[in-house]
């Protein structure tokens, strides 16, 4: 028998237990009102239609603003994707209202950090609840004309996705809508035979140890450069030394000739200090900074200008030091926010051991 394995996500209270309970058509999963946390763990349900077994899979809902149980919610998203990893069909990012900014955050999240980003964005399907007029084809269409109008990348991720847009009204009393989005929920499924197996790539810890060692080749060259600039500032004072003595030897009797000597090879040692000291700057530090830009470029895709402007500033010491600091800024602020990515990356590691 055919089968598909359905996968309902998304942010707390915008349905999924009330979508998984029309879709096996029972009240098994457990519904939530008011204000608080509904879904705890993952829960599933099976039944047969029309010659295709469906197995739907309830997940507890995200929720930014209430991080303390993150985790565990996150776990349990884990703990559903990994037990289906052979076999996943569709995932459901069911959303309440229209689309805002927090959503494309949850969406982002859950598609980036629990599947494998590059194969996951053609089995997930938007799915909007609440939506009264359902029934009415046209509005389905405004409502996501309106959607991909809106800007940003709520549009940008609309217009890949408008096809698989599916509005439903789950009414807690309205039986004849929760039949009918019922059917257009089956229907949708029905074709969608293609299976999303999931292999954690793991290319956060990766990516974080790629910042860490930009991070640090930044703060060697910074440190590198401090180091030649006082060398600089040295061979500048003993120059200046040296260049007092001759004077003094110059101007005084015969035997403080041998001061002007002194001076002189003084002068001459400041002078050779400072001239490496340029030169290390010039030919074995700048090659350095160039490698190092070029590396650090991979993560400044928000900072376009920051990066331009880091290869245009070719010998100005100086503002190469600010620019790398501003570098600095960005890459911490690049690795803090993978963070949660890559604790669920670790989520899916310790199962592996675990298996294995
Ligand atoms: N009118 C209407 N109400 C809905 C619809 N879907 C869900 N609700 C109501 O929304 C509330 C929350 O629904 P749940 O199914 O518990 O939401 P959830 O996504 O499972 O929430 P979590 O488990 O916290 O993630 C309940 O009061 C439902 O009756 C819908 O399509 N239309
Ligand atoms: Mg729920």
Redesign the pocket.
Known sequence: MEKRVILLV??????????ANVLTNTENFP???GSQ???REYMVGKFQHEEIEYTII?T??INDTRSGNEINVYKEIVDAVYSFRDGLNQVFF?TRGRLTAEEISSYTLLSEAFFDEEKIPEFMTIVR??FGDFGNEEACKNDIDEMESQGGEISDLIKIRRNNVIH?????RHQKDRDKSRTILLNYLKECKEIYQHVTPYSVGKRVQEIEEAENEIFEILSLKGKINNALEIGEKIKIAGEMMKKEGNTGSEDKQIIAVIGFYVEVLGFVIESVGKLILHFSLNSKCKKTVERVGKFLNESRSLLEELKNCEGDNKRLDDLFEECIDVLVKERKSLVIRLAIERMYQEKENHYE
């Not at 998304?10 to 979508?19: F, H, L, Q, R």
């Open positions: 998304g942010k707390t209270g915008n349905g999924k237990s009330t979508m519904v939530f009102n946390s509904g879904t309830d507890p809902g069911v609840t609440n439903v009204d789950n009414h807690p």
